[in-house]
């Protein structure tokens, strides 16, 4: 293989590097997709670097694919390594990279600042690689940190970490308790409508919200004795 920083044009690698930050999206495309069926590992910091800056959902979505092609010894450290860029979209993409790779091995890279974000694309990424990744035995923490950012947010935000949450299962149940408890009312309607889909996934959220509220504005001793 030549090596990706050859001067020759004519080199594979030279062209596909090209075609990776071509002005049109359908040719970044079709370049990822090159890279991850033909597996270049000498190609996993060209495609990295694009991750941070590539414009286009699907163009990113298919780098990440070419990602989980290659060998996970070569892009998982990388990837990781990228978790401390002070680019947001850097550090989400590389989230939902790991995500996708699924090596346990990089849970603890998963920090409580990533869960915690600032940006809410990043917060949302680590929320759901964390649910992914989480090794055995530490649920309970996850559940716990999660719970932590319930009320963040518009109701998109929300309904991620209502997801990730809801993807851990039962284990959720006391920092759901705790947040129920919250004298904030917007988190303990959160915890609340987290707490009807845990129940029944099949309600929509929003109306789980809107149930919650009106649990929070009544109390649950009144709904509790209106219902029956």
Same mark, same amino acid.
């Given at each position: 293989?030549?090596?990706?920083? /050859?001067?020759?044009?004519?080199?594979?690698?030279?062209? +596909?590097? @090209?075609?990776?930050?071509?002005?049109?999206?359908?040719?970044?495309?079709?370049? =990822?997709?090159?890279?991850?069926?033909? #597996?270049?590992?000498?190609? &996993?910091?060209?495609?990295?670097?694009?991750? =941070?800056?590539?414009?286009?959902?699907?163009?990113?979505?298919?780098?990440?694919?070419?990602?989980?092609? +290659?060998? /996970?010894?070569?892009?998982?450290?990388?990837?990781? #390594?990228?978790?401390?860029?002070? %680019?947001?979209?850097?550090?989400?993409?590389? !989230?939902?990279?790991?995500?996708?790779?699924?090596?346990?091995?990089?849970?603890?890279?998963?920090?409580?600042?990533?869960?915690?974000? #600032?940006?809410?694309?990043? =917060?949302?990424?680590?929320?759901?690689?964390?649910?992914?990744? &989480?090794?055995?035995? $530490?649920?309970?923490?996850?559940?716990? $940190? +999660?719970?932590?950012?319930?009320?963040?947010?518009? %109701?998109?935000?929300?309904?991620?970490?209502?997801?990730? +949450?809801?993807?851990?299962? @039962?284990?959720? %149940?006391?920092? !759901?308790?705790?947040?129920?408890?919250? /004298?904030?009312?917007?988190?303990?309607?959160?915890? %609340?409508?987290? $707490? !009807?889909?845990?129940?029944?996934?099949?309600?929509?959220?929003? =109306?789980?919200?809107?149930? #919650?509220?009106?649990?929070?504005?009544?109390?649950?001793?009144?709904?509790?004795?209106? $219902?029956?």
């Amino acid at each position: 293989m030549v090596p990706v920083n /050859s001067t020759d044009r004519n080199s594979p690698d030279t062209r +596909l590097l @090209d075609a990776l930050s071509a002005g049109t999206p359908s040719t970044r495309l079709q370049a =990822a997709l090159a890279v991850g069926t033909q #597996a270049h590992p000498g190609l &996993v910091d060209a495609l990295m670097e694009r991750c =941070a800056i590539e414009p286009d959902f699907f163009v990113r979505d298919m780098l990440t694919w070419a990602l989980t092609r +290659l060998p /996970s010894e070569i892009t998982v450290p990388r990837v990781r #390594a990228e978790l401390l860029s002070e %680019r947001a979209q850097a550090r989400s993409q590389a !989230l939902h990279t790991l995500s996708k790779i699924g090596d346990r091995s990089a849970y603890p890279a998963i920090t409580r600042s990533l869960l915690g974000d #600032a940006d809410d694309e990043v =917060a949302r990424s680590a929320w759901r690689a964390a649910v992914v990744l &989480v090794p055995d035995g $530490e649920q309970d923490g996850l559940a716990a $940190e +999660l719970a932590s950012q319930l009320g963040r947010g518009d %109701r998109s935000v929300q309904l991620s970490l209502s997801r990730a +949450l809801v993807a851990l299962g @039962d284990v959720i %149940r006391p920092a !759901l308790q705790a947040g129920m408890a919250s /004298s904030n009312p917007t988190v303990s309607a959160h915890a %609340r409508a987290t $707490e !009807l889909l845990l129940r029944d996934p099949d309600v929509g959220f929003d =109306a789980a919200v809107d149930e #919650a509220k009106r649990i929070v504005a009544l109390g649950p001793e009144r709904v509790e004795g209106i $219902e029956c």
